[in-house]
T-cell receptor, first 113, second 113 residues
Framework: GAGVSQSPSNKVTEKGKDVELRCDPISGHTALYWYRQSLGQGLEFLIYFQGNSAPDKSGLPSDRFSAERTGGSVSTLTIQRTQQEDSAVYLC???????????FGPGTRLTVL | AQSVTQLGSHVSVSEGALVLLRCNYSSSVPPYLFWYVQYPNQGLQLLLKYTSAATLVKGINGFEAEFKKSETSFHLTKPSAHMSDAAEYFCAVSDTGGFKTIFGAGTRLFVKA
């Protein structure tokens, strides 16, 4: 596909369960970003990957959150032992290079019951 | 540390009136500045960006923004609002490396007929 895709589009889980969110960036884009958008709030930076460099994890809210990017392409955001406050829309974006225009995916809406 | 403040979570204008959405930033290094728009039920897309070239930046759909270093502002304007401009607008800042992008809380624009 031509754009950034994310799956699943919606995820409902029970408190304490682990979830994995997937992002497929635009082919050839070296930078990949994860954000969280909570109701009524802006986008909260979580993590970014740039090429083969070590990711900037400074935005991850707790050690329950982790992300990886395999082969410089697909990325997975994992949330362990989910809490109700983790409920939000998780957005992924990619750019050709860091600093270029970011292209956003449609997001994954996570609901923790 | 970088930060972004968007004044007014909601702005309402009449069709044909001037649109002014305010954004102030803080950055310890020359910033890159962005405005993104999120139309209802759609993903985020770039409106315009400033990367230290011309201080007046023109974007899509008739929007423009002016970088004012002395005021640390990057306000978004459009001379004449259209109904289709109703959306949520996000101001964002990143360092000159563009690695980490910080978004404001967003301003929802309502356009009245």
């Amino acid at each position: 596909g031509a754009g950034v895709s994310q799956s699943p589009s919606n995820k409902v889980t029970e408190k304490g369960k682990d979830v994995e969110l997937r992002c497929d960036p635009i082919s050839g884009h070296t930078a990949l970003y994860w954000y969280r958008q909570s109701l009524g709030q802006g986008l909260e930076f979580l993590i970014y990957f740039q090429g083969n460099s070590a990711p900037d994890k400074s935005g991850l809210p707790s050690d329950r959150f982790s992300a990886e990017r395999t082969g410089g392409s697909v990325s997975t955001l994992t949330i362990q032992r989910t809490q109700q406050e983790d409920s939000a829309v998780y957005l992924c974006a990619s750019s050709l290079l860091a600093g270029d225009t970011q292209y956003f995916g449609p997001g994954t809406r996570l609901t923790v019951l | 540390a970088q930060s972004v403040t968007q004044l007014g979570s909601h702005v309402s204008v009449s069709e044909g009136a001037l649109v002014l959405l305010r954004c102030n930033y803080s950055s310890s290094v020359p910033p890159y500045l962005f405005w993104y728009v999120q139309y209802p039920n759609q993903g985020l897309q770039l409106l315009l960006k400033y990367t230290s070239a011309a201080t007046l930046v023109k974007g899509i759909n008739g929007f423009e923004a002016e970088f004012k270093k002395s005021e640390t502002s990057f306000h978004l304007t459009k001379p004449s609002a259209h109904m289709s401009d109703a959306a949520e607008y996000f101001c964002a800042v990143s360092d000159t490396g563009g690695f980490k992008t910080i978004f404001g809380a967003g301003t929802r624009l309502f356009v009245k007929a």
